[in-house]
C-alpha cells in the first residue's frame, strides 16, 4: 500500500493522534474513525472538532485498512488484545505506544493471531511542535509496508529492523535516560530546595558540566512529569521490565516511575517558566 489508505482508525484519540490529524492536511486520509475508552462530552467534542467518527470499537475499526494504537502503555496490551476480533484481515495495526519489547511481542502475537499484521512502532520525541513529522522507528515483519503508508502520510518513519521488539528497545533504553535524568533533577533541585541550598547545588552542577544549563533544563523537566507524569511513570514501567529482560534488574528506572507518578498524581498547573517557581508549586503539595 502505497497510497494514503482510504479508512485510518485510532484506538486510543488523545493527545498524539490529535497533533498527526492537525498535521496531515492534504495528505489525510479519506476516512477517520476512532475508539478511545473515554465516552465523555469532552471527547465527543474532541472527536467532532476533528472531523473523527467515534464509535464502539468494533465500528470504529470497520473496515479500517490501518489502525493506529495510542493508548497509554498500561493499556497497549490489553487494546491489542480487544481491537483484534475487530480488525479486517490484512489491516496493519501500528503500536505506537511506549511499551517493553517483550509487551509487544505479546501483542503481536494477539494481532496476528487475528490475521491483522502487527508493526511495532516507536514514537522518539514529543509530538509537539513536530506533530506528523516527529520521528518515529518501526520494526517487525511488515515494517517496509508501514513505512510506506507513513510516508505516504506525509510522516518520518525510519525502519529498525524485521523483528518486533527492535524499535521499542530503542525507545525504552533511551528513556532510561531522558526520564530518568527528569526524575533525578527533581529529587535533586526538590532537595536542595527544601534544604535552602539550591543556589549553591545549581552553582556547583554548573560548574561542574558548564555545557548543561540546568535551572532551564530543571524546569523542563519538571514542567513534563507535572504535566505527564501518569503517563510517563506508566512508560517508566515498561522500561524497568526492559531492563530487567535484559538481566540488569532495572532499579533506576522503578525509582524514576515513582517519582514520574508522585509528581504527575498531583496535578500541579506548572506556571511560569521559572525552575524555583515550580519547585515550591510541587513543594506545596508534597
Given at each position: 500500500m502505497t497510497h494514503i489508505p482510504g479508512h485510518l482508525a485510532f484506538v486510543g484519540f488523545g493527545e498524539a493522534a490529535t497533533a498527526?490529524?492537525?498535521?496531515?492536511?492534504?495528505?489525510?486520509?479519506?476516512?477517520?474513525?476512532?475508539?478511545?475508552?473515554?465516552?465523555?462530552?469532552?471527547?465527543?467534542?474532541?472527536?467532532?472538532?476533528?472531523?473523527?467518527?467515534?464509535?464502539?470499537?468494533?465500528?470504529?475499526?470497520?473496515?479500517?485498512?490501518?489502525?493506529?494504537?495510542?493508548?497509554?502503555?498500561?493499556?497497549?496490551?490489553?487494546?491489542?488484545?480487544?481491537?483484534?476480533?475487530?480488525?479486517?484481515?490484512?489491516?496493519?495495526?501500528?503500536?505506537?505506544?511506549?511499551?517493553?519489547?517483550?509487551?509487544?511481542?505479546?501483542?503481536?502475537?494477539?494481532?496476528?493471531?487475528?490475521?491483522?499484521?502487527?508493526?511495532?512502532?516507536?514514537?522518539?520525541?514529543?509530538?509537539?511542535?513536530?506533530?506528523?513529522?516527529?520521528?518515529?522507528?518501526?520494526?517487525?515483519?511488515?515494517?517496509?509496508?508501514a513505512a510506506e503508508v507513513l510516508r505516504a502520510l506525509d510522516m518520518r518513519p525510519e525502519v529498525s529492523g524485521d523483528a518486533v521488539g527492535q524499535a521499542s528497545a530503542v525507545k525504552m533504553i533511551r528513556s532510561v535516560m531522558i526520564k530518568g535524568l527528569e526524575a533525578l533533577t527533581a529529587e535533586c533541585f526538590l532537595s536542595a530546595r527544601r534544604a535552602g541550598v539550591e543556589d549553591r547545588v545549581l552553582a556547583s552542577l554548573e560548574a561542574s558540566d558548564p555545557e548543561m544549563n540546568w535551572r532551564e533544563r530543571g524546569a523542563y523537566n519538571l514542567e513534563r512529569m507535572m504535566v505527564h507524569g501518569p503517563r510517563r511513570a506508566a512508560e517508566m514501567r515498561e522500561v524497568t521490565t526492559t531492563v530487567a529482560e535484559l538481566g540488569l534488574g532495572g532499579g533506576i528506572s522503578a525509582a524514576a516511575a515513582d517519582w514520574q507518578a508522585r509528581i504527575g498524581a498531583l496535578e500541579a498547573d506548572p506556571g511560569e517558566d521559572d525552575l524555583l517557581a515550580r519547585l515550591d508549586t510541587v513543594l506545596r503539595q508534597l
Open positions: 498527526f490529524v492537525n498535521g496531515w492536511a492534504a495528505h489525510r486520509p479519506g476516512t477517520l474513525s476512532a475508539y478511545d475508552i473515554r465516552d465523555d462530552a469532552e471527547m465527543q467534542v474532541r472527536l467532532a472538532d476533528h472531523d473523527v467518527t467515534g464509535g464502539p470499537i468494533d465500528q470504529a475499526l470497520a473496515g479500517a485498512e490501518v489502525v493506529l494504537s495510542l493508548v497509554t502503555a498500561d493499556q497497549a496490551l490489553d487494546a491489542a488484545r480487544t481491537a483484534a476480533p475487530a480488525l479486517a484481515p490484512g489491516a496493519l495495526w501500528l503500536d505506537c505506544n511506549s511499551c517493553a519489547p517483550g509487551t509487544k511481542r505479546q501483542a503481536a502475537a494477539a494481532i496476528e493471531g487475528a490475521g491483522a499484521r502487527y508493526v511495532d512502532v516507536a514514537v522518539m520525541a514529543p509530538v509537539h511542535p513536530r506533530r506528523h513529522h516527529v520521528p518515529l522507528l518501526v520494526s517487525g515483519p511488515h515494517a517496509e509496508a
